[in-house]
């Protein structure tokens, strides 16, 4: 098994970024394709971004292409994920996640809020 928790959430003005991180403990986190997923009030869970046990391939969600990176470090058991040009439809709670690959996720940590102010 695999514990998360997330981190690095705050509010933050349209246009501004954050990195969120989530830090992994139990079994090693290489053995695990790491995500990133978001809910927003009233809305259902949302698939945002992806990346492979190496690191070597991501996927993300259209509505985060090219202003959402993800990555990791295995060495530090770590998985990033890189906000740009936050707008207010990203105001979430942002959940990390780890799986066998990156289309199936059996771990999840406790969330972090982002609040973007427009």
């Known amino acids: 098994q695999v514990q998360l928790v997330e981190s690095g959430g705050g509010l933050v003005q349209a246009g501004g970024s954050l990195r969120l991180s989530c830090a992994a403990s139990?079994?090693?986190?290489?053995?695990?394709?790491g995500g990133w997923f978001r809910q927003a009030p009233g809305k259902e869970r949302e698939f945002v971004a992806a990346?492979?046990?190496?690191?070597?391939?991501?996927r993300y969600a259209d509505s985060v292409k090219g202003r959402f990176t993800i990555s990791r470090d295995n060495d530090q058991n770590t998985v990033y994920l890189r906000m740009n040009s936050l707008k207010s439809e990203d105001t979430a709670a942002y959940y990390c996640?780890?799986?066998?690959?990156?289309?199936?996720?059996?771990?999840w940590g406790q969330g972090t809020q982002v609040t973007v102010s427009s």
């Open positions: 990346i492979t046990r190496s690191g070597a391939g991501t």
């Open positions: 139990g079994r090693t986190f290489s053995s695990y394709a």
């Open positions: 996640a780890a799986g066998n690959d990156v289309f199936a996720f059996n771990y």
